[in-house]
């Protein structure tokens, strides 16, 4: 029993530097191969294989970790930025983009996904998650009333594409801040008074 114990956590070591390295690897260079995971993180090709017994199965577990780190963190933002609900949104935002370029960069790992109906297993844990982040900034008047988590996650779309040049970071980092800026409540606006001069707007057209 005593023995079993340190080689049960020896064999989670072993798998966790592996997707950790395997992230890193694929982000760089998508075709980077099992046998230069392993090597890059100091096992044997045989200690991967018995964890990862396919490509997939690996691309699987990054994308599975990814995604969880992301959820995870929402939470301890809000907590950390508890008096300034808009900063943890920011910054919840900003890792969003990182988790886009990591999903851009290991697209291989969205095909297995899909494949595996991780999406759909994900979506409403994500929905949740941008919810209770907007819910805490509209709570506290930083974030205005008429929008939802679905209206953010279509708005954040362009963090998929696959068309990402040289200047995709600052373009990010840019198209981020107008998100944020139009989910910043204004002072003595309302959703009523949006509707009704979007309304007007049109009628005057």
Do not use: C
């Not at 075709?31 to 294989?49: F, H, P």
């Not at 301890?76 to 919840?92: F, I, K, Y």
Request: net charge neutral; charged share 25%.
């Amino acid at each position: 029993m005593t023995e079993r114990a340190p080689r049960r956590a020896d064999a989670e070591q072993n798998r966790a530097r592996i997707v950790d390295v395997a992230r890193v690897a694929l982000t760089e260079s998508a075709d980077a191969t099992l046998n230069s995971i392993a090597k890059r993180a100091g096992v044997g090709q045989g200690t991967l294989y018995r964890h990862f017994a396919t490509r997939e199965a690996l691309l699987l577990a990054v994308y599975r970790q990814d995604i969880e780190e992301l959820l995870r963190a929402a939470p301890e933002l809000l907590r950390a930025h508890e008096q300034r609900p808009l900063d943890a949104l920011r910054l919840w935002l900003d890792r969003l983009a990182a988790y886009g370029r990591i999903k851009h960069g290991v697209a291989q790992a969205v095909e297995a996904a899909t494949r595996a109906d991780l999406s759909n297993e994900y979506y409403d844990r994500v929905i949740d998650t941008i919810g209770s982040l907007l819910r805490a900034g509209q709570d506290a008047g930083a974030v205005r009333a008429d929008v939802d988590a679905p209206d953010v996650l279509l708005l954040v779309d362009f963090l998929w594409r696959s068309d990402q040049g040289p200047d995709w970071e600052p373009r990010t980092r840019h198209l981020l801040g107008l998100v944020l800026d139009g989910l910043r409540a204004r002072p003595g606006a309302s959703a009523g008074a949006s509707a009704g001069a979007s309304a007007e707007g049109s009628a005057g057209a």
